[in-house]
């Protein structure tokens, strides 16, 4: 059979990324989420907030969860400075909606977010 040559295969093309090179494509995933965000939120397409937000949040979680399981101090002030911007951003956006609302909840999650990992990232 040749499942141990396609196995060997897939290890060699998708799991030697380094783990600066990981951090980077995530890094990349995490501006295009909150790119995604800000378009919904810009073009007032409220059926898509919610699933922009939260994918938003779970690409930032990915981030840093690799910069600090895997100690990339390389990483962080980069990673810290983008995580700033990304704030204002989304401190904009959240001006964009009733307060307590549902979509401002949503948006004010990603802040809080932001904030949680920020704090971790910063520890390292």
């Given amino acids: 059979s040749c499942f141990p040559f396609k196995m060997r295969l897939l290890n060699n093309l998708f799991f030697k990324f380094s783990n600066d090179s990981k951090a980077d494509y995530q890094k990349e995933l995490a501006e295009k989420r909150l790119a995604e965000v800000f378009y919904v939120v810009d073009i007032k397409k409220g059926d898509f907030v919610e699933e922009t937000t939260s994918r938003y949040s779970t690409y930032l ?29 989304l401190n904009e956006l959240i001006k964009y909606f009733e307060a307590n609302s549902g979509f401002w909840l949503l948006v004010k999650h990603d802040i809080n977010s932001i904030d949680l990992y920020k704090s971790q990232i910063e520890k390292i």
């Fill in 61 to 89: 979680g990915r981030l840093t969860e690799t910069i600090t399981k895997n100690k990339l101090s390389s990483k962080k002030d980069e990673t810290l400075k983008m995580i700033d911007s990304h704030k204002v951003v």
